[in-house]
């Protein structure tokens, strides 16, 4: 499936360091989302955007920056993390206005914060 | 606000047992989503119910959607070591709301 891609796959950094997370989607959709799935609480929606604006914010610590440039592309730019942010993140693409619409997820980065 | 939740957490069986997997919103649901991710995947989606009542198939699998809209189950008959990984079911509590989704039954197999 390569619908929506993630980038990296892995990713391991310090507390101090600066990264970013890559989705990017191939489906011609008009919602993209950012989950945080960890043993502790398993799929948690940490952002949507719709039509490229920011449309859901879940009370995300502000060291988790969210970017949607197009629709196609959305970043999630990392600073200043703690170990509790070790996780997998997924990203996923729906067709909005339909009221039924799908969700395709993408791979996920596996991150580990030490 | 919208809580979906789901049960069992985990499930362990034989290879060859049926195994359930329910899902109950607090609210009635417009539609209900199921998922499955193998493990170490990502979320895939299965099926999509939208009527009350409503019942479908796919091959072993059988989904369900309460008459009231507020309650969903997945059925596996005969499993195999093939339908290991975690279900998630997913509510929508209006036509164009958000997804919500369960916390997952992570079903092992055993052979």
């Known amino acids: 499936e390569t619908g929506v891609t993630q980038t990296p796959r892995h990713l391991v950094m310090g507390m101090t360091n600066k990264k970013s997370l890559k989705c990017e989607q191939h489906l011609g959709h008009n919602a993209m989302y950012w989950y945080k799935q960890s043993a502790k609480k398993p799929l948690e929606l940490m952002f949507v955007?719709?039509?490229?604006?920011?449309?859901e914010n879940n009370s995300v610590p502000s060291r988790f920056s969210p970017e949607c440039p197009n629709s196609s592309h959305l970043f999630l730019h990392l600073h200043t993390l703690q170990p509790e942010d070790s996780a997998l993140y997924l990203c996923?693409?729906?067709?909005?206005?339909?009221?039924?619409?799908?969700?395709?997820f993408g791979p996920g980065t596996r991150l580990l914060v030490l | 606000g919208q809580q979906v939740m789901q049960i069992p957490q985990y499930q362990h069986v034989q290879e060859g047992e049926d195994f359930t997997t329910y899902c109950n919103s607090s609210t009635t649901l417009s539609n209900i989503q199921w998922y499955k991710q193998r493990p170490g995947g990502h979320p895939v989606f299965l099926i999509q119910l939208v009527k009350s009542g409503e019942v479908k198939k796919q091959k072993r699998l059988t989904f369900q959607f309460g008459e009231a809209k507020k309650n969903s189950s997945l059925h596996i008959t005969a499993t195999q070591t093939t339908d290991v990984g975690t279900y998630f079911c997913?509510?929508?509590?209006?036509?164009?709301?958000?997804?919500?989704f369960g916390r997952g039954t992570q079903l092992t197999v055993w052979p």
């Open positions: 996923a693409s729906s067709q909005e206005d339909t009221g039924s619409e799908t969700q395709y």
């Open positions: 955007y719709s039509l490229e604006e920011r449309v």
């Open positions: 997913a509510g929508r509590g209006s036509t164009l709301g958000r997804l919500y």
